[in-house]
């Protein structure tokens, strides 16, 4: 029994000074990103990686679900506890164990901020499989990557000493945009070290915490013509980019027309004046919302109608059935 604790402690120490040395020996990050899928792009965050050896060494990176099997992407409960947890009063960040004190696997994520005590708190949760598949990155500078392994890349190219490595996170999210993603909260792990020739996988290595917020776009409907000095009405909605289904957001959005902010009722409308102005100007609408990408449209009032037409054509007609009950008149003069 000695003989194994003594064993397993030797293993624990080579491996805590492969660790350590490979860490100081690599820069890594940021060490933590907030971000979400993005409208017109797929690159949802940027990282460095730092080769600080005095030899050329490649980069190797790895995509992880954190807190899960890496065979299974089953949840490790006594991992889990771990995930991140955002207060959204105060901003302070936690762990689920710090948030809900004796948390285990399946209790309600309902916790409480220990620095100001508010329960409003974003509970970060292991992404599902499906969307993790795709996420991936790409070299944003002069290197080149090749996949190695599942969710595993390597440079083509070796990073010089003290020269660094820069990469983009890319997630395509065409086909997530459905209903069960709304309001989603998800974790994901990027770790990175640098490694010699005959190294094709990561030991130890540094992670950066990548915390994605899945958000649909808003929609902006103009409900009435605008026209200046006159109220007008937009309706605000939700959905795939592709507008196959639009809803009324269930939480808030706040609409910014000319600087004048309101939120949307119930029916997902808000109604605002627009400017009374000799110029013919444009204004835009922007729409925001925590669980939301921002929409922006811009509008213009309408040039008044032109009724000089219609004056004209019933003075005619006036003019007209004057001369018409004139000549009648006379006509029956006449005849007497």
């Known amino acids: 029994m000695n003989m194994k604790k003594t064993i397993l402690i030797i293993l624990l120490y080579l491996f805590s000074t492969i660790t350590t040395q490979v860490v100081a020996l690599t820069g890594f990050g940021p060490a933590e990103m907030f971000t979400s899928n993005q409208k017109n792009t797929e690159i949802i965050g940027n990282a460095t990686l730092l080769n600080k050896d005095n030899i050329a060494k490649y980069g190797i990176f790895q995509l992880i679900m954190p807190y899960t099997n890496k065979d299974t992407y089953q949840i490790i409960p006594s991992e889990i506890g771990h995930a991140r947890v955002v207060c959204n009063n105060c901003g302070y960040e936690m762990q689920r164990n710090e948030a809900i004190p004796g948390y285990k696997y399946g209790d309600p994520l309902n916790g409480t901020c ?66 069960e993603n709304f309001g989603k909260h998800w974790e994901v792990h990027l770790r990175a070290t640098t490694a010699t020739d005959e190294q094709q996988f990561i030991m130890g290595g540094i992670d950066m915490r990548l915390l994605i917020d ?19 009405t937009v309706k605000i909605t939700y959905g795939p980019p592709d507008k196959k289904w639009m809803k009324t957001p269930p939480t808030p959005v706040t609409v910014d027309f ?30 925001t919302g925590k669980e939301y990408l921002t929409a922006t449209q811009t509008i213009q009032a309408q040039p008044p109608k032109d009724n000089t037409y219609l004056l004209k054509l019933t003075f005619i007609i006036i003019i007209l059935c004057g001369v018409i009950i004139s000549s009648r008149y006379l006509y029956s003069f006449l005849r007497k």
């Open 114 to 179: 220990p620095k100001c005590g508010s329960h409003d708190l974003t509970f970060y949760t292991i992404i599902p499989r499906d969307e993790f598949e795709q996420l991936s990155i790409q070299p944003s500078g002069n290197f080149h990557l090749q996949k190695i392994a599942p969710h595993t890349w390597k440079t083509v190219e070796k990073i010089s000493p003290n020269g660094c490595c820069n990469i983009n996170i890319l997630y395509n999210a065409k086909n997530s945009y459905i209903p």
């Open 214 to 232: 899945f958000k649909f776009p808003l929609f902006i409907q103009l409900l009435d013509k605008p026209e200046k000095g006159k109220n007008f």
């Open 258 to 287: 000319n600087g004048i902010k309101k939120q949307i009722d119930r029916n997902g409308t808000a109604t605002f004046t627009y400017p009374q102005t000799r110029g013919d100007y444009t204004y835009k609408i922007t729409a």
